[in-house]
């Protein structure tokens, strides 16, 4: 079963009318979601998951901040950024 699960990052990018419409169709069904992804695929519009990278991440926490602070420490040194 695990195999079939995937880490997804976010943004999640979708035009704007398709998640104006999904938003106001899921919430007016009283569906819940646990993402927009989810809210788009209940429309029945295909979501296409793309390849992201593990240093792309949301500076929510103090800890994230140290945490991106340490990756631009390392991008600096070895690729001159």
Known sequence: MRARL???QTPQGFDRATLVRAHETITAKG??????AG???R??????VVPGHE?????????????AEAVL???RANDGF
């Open 6 to 8: 995937r880490a997804v």
């Open 31 to 36: 569906e819940g979601a646990t993402d927009c």
């Open 39 to 41: 809210m788009v695929e």
């Open 43 to 48: 429309l029945g519009v295909q979501v296409v």
């Open 55 to 67: 240093e792309a991440f949301k500076v929510t926490r103090p800890l994230d901040l140290v945490l």
């Open 73 to 75: 420490a390392r991008r």
